[in-house]
């Protein structure tokens, strides 16, 4: 690993801490945690404040949660249609998008008490939560070939130059833990390696996190205790030592995590792509079950 490597891995540790927050924050077991709690929240909503059924409460939530899902539909006009485009940013319009395709089968959820009445309404409501469970899954892909929520795209060369995989220098900033230096250069040709056939591809793809993971917490340990080793040579005062271990951590955690999204890429580009062509689909299903629930209510 290089000084220029160094310096840019820096510059998303420290500069970019922004962009790093989004997606560490927002992780796909804590987004999930977040849906199955609501999910236990109406089903606990339900099971003590049932409510009557024809009342104008049950009514009234299934009105709002189908205005809120008709609401959805501003999103992709605004990235379509030009004078939306003007108002404001989209990584707003993203995060409204998000918290609305939540609220809305919210309430839908506690307008249906977890009980289905009728074919149409079934047909409705399965289907709303496809959309919402596919809509989850977008956003994850959304979020690995995107800074964040800002809408702006990812490109290849910005994840390798983040990586360090443009630069010709080749004296390391880890010349005091050889065996860190060699297991990340390692890591670096396991995962940038072109694969021989599909399956090794995908077994890949599937597993280099927790390869990552692992190497991560090998490689701190070692750090750890180079550093300690040092500090006891050197008389670094606790607080030195803390600093530089954090550092030394810092740099290999953002080197491991930009190799993997070089090496991910192209597969989520192309993830995200299916899924755009899967989804709309069910979102036009979505909106013909629940046309044809809301006119037999009215109906019958």
Same mark, same amino acid.
């Given at each position: 690993m290089?000084?220029?490597?160094v310096?840019?891995?820096?510059?998303?540790a420290?500069?970019?801490?922004?962009?790093?927050?989004?997606?560490?924050?927002?992780?796909?077991?804590?987004?999930?945690?977040?849906v199955?709690?609501?999910?236990?929240?109406?089903y606990?909503?339900t099971r003590?404040?049932?409510i009557?059924?024809?009342?104008?409460?049950?009514?009234?939530l299934?009105l709002w949660?189908?205005?809120?899902?008709?609401?959805?539909?501003?999103y992709?006009?605004?990235?379509?249609?030009r004078?939306?485009?003007?108002?404001?940013?989209?990584?707003?319009?993203?995060?409204?998008h998000?918290?609305?395709?939540?609220?809305?089968?919210?309430?839908i959820?506690?307008?249906?008490?977890?009980h289905?009445?009728?074919?149409?309404?079934?047909v409705?409501?399965?289907?709303?939560?496809?959309?919402?469970?596919?809509?989850?899954?977008?956003?994850?892909?959304?979020v690995?070939i995107?800074?964040g929520?800002?809408?702006?795209?990812v490109?290849?060369?910005?994840?390798?130059?983040?990586?360090?995989?443009n630069?010709n220098?080749?004296k390391?900033?880890?010349?005091?833990?050889?065996?860190v230096?060699?297991?990340?250069?390692?890591?670096?040709a396991?995962?940038?390696?072109?694969s021989?056939?599909?399956?090794?591809?995908?077994?890949?793809f599937?597993?280099?996190?927790?390869?990552?993971r692992?190497?991560?917490?090998?490689?701190?340990?070692?750090?750890?205790?180079?550093?300690?080793?040092?500090?006891?040579?050197?008389?670094?005062?606790?607080?030195?030592?803390?600093?530089? @271990?954090?550092?030394?951590?810092? /740099? #290999? $955690?953002?080197?491991?995590?930009? *190799?993997?999204? =070089?090496?991910? &890429?192209?597969?989520?580009v192309?993830?995200?792509s299916?899924?755009?062509?899967?989804? @709309?689909?069910?979102?036009?299903? /979505? #909106? $013909?079950s629940?046309?044809a629930? *809301?006119?037999? =209510?009215?109906? &019958?």
């Open positions: 290089s000084n220029v490597a310096q840019e891995l820096a510059g998303v420290e500069g970019s801490a922004e962009q790093k927050k989004v997606r560490k924050s927002s992780g796909p077991i804590a987004v999930w945690l977040g199955f709690t609501l999910v236990g929240l109406a606990a909503l003590l404040y049932p009557p059924q024809g009342s104008d409460t049950e009514y009234n299934g949660g189908g205005i809120l899902m008709l609401v959805l539909f501003l992709p006009l605004r990235k379509h249609v004078v939306f485009q003007k108002w404001g940013a989209t990584k707003h319009w993203f995060l409204a998000m918290i609305i395709g939540i609220g809305g089968p919210f309430l959820l506690v307008h249906s008490q977890f289905i009445g009728s074919l149409n309404a079934g409705a409501l399965f289907c709303m939560c496809v959309v919402a469970g596919s809509g989850v899954v977008g956003r994850f892909l959304y690995e995107h800074h929520l800002t809408g702006q795209k490109n290849l060369r910005e994840l390798q130059a983040q990586a360090g995989l630069s220098e080749v390391s900033q880890l010349y005091f833990a050889p065996d230096e060699k297991r990340l250069r390692e890591f670096q396991y995962a940038l390696a072109a021989p056939n599909f399956l090794r591809g995908t077994w890949r599937m597993t280099i996190s927790l390869h990552r692992g190497l991560a917490y090998q490689c701190n340990e070692e750090l750890r205790r180079l550093l300690r080793q040092r500090a006891r040579e050197r008389n670094w005062d606790p607080q030195k030592y803390r600093r530089r @271990v954090r550092s030394a951590r810092r /740099l #290999v $955690l953002n080197y491991l995590d930009s *190799v993997q999204r =070089v090496s991910q &890429y192209a597969a989520f192309r993830l995200f299916l899924w755009h062509v899967l989804h @709309v689909p069910l979102v036009y299903m /979505l #909106v $013909l629940a046309i629930h *809301v006119v037999a =209510v009215h109906m &019958y």
